[in-house]
């Protein structure tokens, strides 16, 4: 297992995951995200405020990731995982709705062929 990015200015990963043990990677922004996937690699997980994942930044650093997945800069896989949370802390669901998008239709063939019969 590699790392976990954790993306928010004002919250740390041990507020949102207590249990969780882990390398946790931390940015605050757009710049720091970029940054910590280009010197670490692609992480296992991304775990973000909702806010920041609606938000521009987060809107961008979702399209960057495709853009460097179609350049061939990272490899996204059909593992990786972007979850949000809430201002309390809560884990709300799913991260950005674009990013979703691209990795359902990237490994849609894989998909179907691990649905039942």
């Known amino acids: 297992m590699g790392y976990r990015l954790f993306i928010d200015p004002t919250t740390t990963p041990q507020t949102v995951y207590p249990g969780i043990e882990g390398y946790w990677q931390q940015a605050a922004n757009h710049d720091q995200a970029v940054m910590a996937v280009v010197l670490n690699g692609l992480p296992d997980e991304v775990c973000a405020s909702k806010a920041w994942s609606e ?10 990731l495709v853009s460097a997945d179609l ?10 995982i972007w979850r949000c949370h809430d201002a309390g802390g809560t884990v709300v669901g799913e991260g950005n ?6 990795l359902n239709s990237k490994f849609f063939k894989c998909r179907l062929n691990v649905l039942p019969r």
């Open 97 to 102: 709705q674009a990013l979703t998008e691209y």
């Open 71 to 80: 350049d061939g800069t990272i490899r996204l896989n059909e593992h990786f």
């Open 55 to 64: 938000s521009d930044d987060g809107q961008q650093f979702a399209r960057w």
